[in-house]
T-cell receptor, first 113, second 114 residues
């Protein structure tokens, strides 16, 4: 079956702009979690959506937001981009939630200039 | 919050040898652990998981050992192959509550020498 699909794969944005990233989970998975990966901080949890509701949230500013649709696809939005937001953004899907077996997409590489 | 750490940033092994990657965690309440493999340009790939009611779990060429007494997790890879070259992350989770998803360690870069 198809894996987790993230689009776009690469993105270049200017400081101050906003960006929307998309994630399509594995069919049948209702949980989508988002992570930010940087060389300095490693993989850090952003938030988790389950059945269209945000269930968990990491320690990121309010500029980072997300949503989930009825088909479990999820979007992540970052407003007022900063240089430090440059990172690989990963989403992971699982059947029941972030504490169970999670499968990652290939990520979206965001570069803020 | 508490975080998971790894003992070594880089591990170099000969092809065909066994590899052991270690991970220390600090949250004694964590009850679920996963090992991921991340190759360059790709997302983390699930390898194996273990719950705190077990101390050992085996997969194909991989074994995860959990020592709750010293809060230590290890991943053993048998007969290491060139395709095993990657960064390996351990992740932990307390499933009983809290607002966090998986907490990841910094990663160990496994290098396979021919």
């Amino acid at each position: 079956k198809a894996g987790v699909t993230q689009t776009p794969r690469y993105l270049i944005k200017t400081r101050g702009q906003q960006v929307t990233l998309s994630c399509s989970p594995i069919s049948g998975h209702r949980s989508v979690s988002w992570y930010q990966q940087t060389p300095g901080q490693g993989l850090q949890f952003l938030f988790e959506y389950f059945s269209e509701t945000q269930r968990n949230k990491g320690n990121f500013p309010g500029r980072f937001s997300g949503r989930q649709f009825s088909n479990s696809r999820s979007e992540m939005n970052v407003s007022t981009l900063e240089l430090g937001d440059s990172a690989l953004y990963l989403c992971a899907s699982s059947i029941r939630g972030a504490g169970t077996e999670a499968f990652f997409g290939q990520g979206t590489r965001l570069t803020v200039v | 919050g508490e975080s998971v750490g790894l003992h070594l940033p880089t591990l170099s092994v000969q092809e065909g040898d066994n590899s052991i990657i270690n991970c220390a965690y600090s949250n004694s309440a964590s009850d679920y652990f996963i090992w991921y493999k991340q190759e360059s340009g790709k997302g983390p790939q699930f390898i194996i998981d273990i719950r705190s009611n077990m101390d050992k779990r085996q997969g194909q060429r991989v074994t995860v050992l959990l020592n709750k007494t010293v809060k230590h997790l290890s991943l053993q890879i048998a007969a290491t192959q060139p395709g095993d070259s990657a960064v390996y992350f351990c992740a932990e989770k307390y499933s009983g509550g809290g607002a966090d998803g998986l907490t990841f360690g910094k990663g160990t870069h496994l290098i396979i020498q021919p």
